[in-house]
């Protein structure tokens, strides 16, 4: 069985990789798991890319060369400009959390109209499988940005986020359907191929 460690400690995030990665011989753990405190790998990437490749790279250094799979992911608004973008798990700042970022998403587009709260999310996946080799997949998910919090399920800006096709939030639909069309459930799919043709 090959053993994946997953470059976060968001039990969320780890919940949808062990259920997109349940049909393969693939035993899934996350740094909580090997590391405590789990350690702060700093983001100091300009792109998602950039981000993944960091994470998966500490954590294939720091152990006896396991694969290592990291994900950087956001929020992309256009009437932001495409904030916040590589920053939305900091956008509040220091100590920032789910409910500091959402809370200044809605004030940054308190004055925006509906018609003009098209947002994606993104997820750019890496996975580092030797000394120079690694697997990388894209998804984005279409959608829009509401003017409340809606649904206790998912994470981050979830309970904001309703995807193109649907009139529930990403906290809302079931893990079946966001797993499907969400961001990190198409690159994920795109990712599962890679390892399957390999």
Known sequence: MTEIIIATGNAGKVKEFREMFAGLDIAVSSLADHWNPVPDIA???STFYDNAKIK?????????????????????????GGAPGVISARYSGNGATASRNNEKLLHELRDVPEGRRTARFKCV???????????????????????????????????????????????????????????????LKKLYNLIVSA
């Open 43 to 45: 983001e100091t990437g």
């Open 125 to 187: 996946l890496v996975l580092r499988t030797g000394a120079d080799t690694y697997l990388t997949a894209e998804g984005t998910c279409e959608g829009r940005i509401i003017d409340k919090i809606a649904g206790d399920r998912g994470f981050g800006y979830d309970p904001l986020f309703i995807p193109d096709g649907f009139d529930k939030t990403f906290a809302q639909i079931d893990s079946e359907d966001k797993n499907r069309i969400s961001h990190r459930g198409v690159a």
């Open 56 to 80: 998966a790279d500490w954590v294939y250094g720091n152990t006896s060369g396991v694969w290592a799979l990291a994900d950087d992911s956001g929020l992309e608004v256009d009437a932001l």
